[in-house]
């Protein structure tokens, strides 16, 4: 009875020091369910039934990624996407930490996506998946259009080719050998024009 006791005991610390041992994991990233469906593969015997999940997955300070996965339960399907969503990051500059530098367009297969800079207080003016991919990657003032497919798959893919061609003046000034000071100062005259103009 005694060594019983003694492995029972043992295997309780075995556990202990195994759930000790595991780093606490920081939830530095946060996830986005855009899409969820079933699908089906049909076998001799049958039709076999999973389910395949879109997750986009961002830092909400400049970094976003989107993955799909596959299995035949939900919860399974959604680590699978959000694994690979981590794997597929990529960092986007952003202007005053709230809206993009400049207007961009986006295209993936019949899907073409605008997105426009915005003043502070506008919001995020997009729809359903670009919205996702917009809130994860901490975008707080963007007006954005989808034109061509509602295909989420696509609608994502399409806004994560435009948001690949984003470039800070940073960015700019660097590939030019300039100051980012050179590089804003045409642009602001011609605004300052501009305004001038339709006032």
């Known amino acids: 009875m005694a060594e019983r006791e003694n492995r029972r005991d043992d295997r309780g610390n075995r556990g202990g020091d195994r759930r000790d041992n595991r780093p606490e994991e920081t939830p530095e990233f946060a996830d986005r369910l855009v899409a969820i469906n079933r699908v089906s593969k049909t076998v001799k ?3 076999r039934f999973g389910f395949a999940a879109l997750v986009v997955v961002g830092d909400q300070r400049g970094r976003v990624g989107f993955g799909k996965g596959k ?7 959604i680590r699978k996407a959000t694994e690979q969503a981590k794997r597929s ?3 986007v500059p952003l202007k005053d930490a ?6 961009m367009e986006g295209r993936h297969g019949a899907g073409k996506v605008v997105m426009r800079t915005a003043v ?7 729809g359903g998946p670009m919205r996702a991919v917009f809130e994860m990657l901490g975008l707080q003032d963007v007006v954005a259009k989808s ?3 509602s295909n989420p798959y696509n609608m994502i893919r399409a806004t994560i080719d435009g948001l690949k061609s984003e470039t800070s003046p940073r960015q700019v000034a660097a590939r030019r050998g300039k100051k980012v000071a050179e590089i804003l100062n045409k642009p602001a005259t011609e605004v300052a024009v501009a305004e001038v103009v339709e006032a």
């Open 71 to 77: 299995a035949k339960e939900v919860p399974e399907a």
């Open 45 to 47: 015997g049958g039709k």
């Open 147 to 149: 034109i061509g497919t």
């Open 120 to 126: 502070a207080g506008t919001g995020i003016i997009a």
């Open 98 to 103: 709230r809206t993009l530098h400049h207007d």
């Open 89 to 91: 990051l990529i960092r």
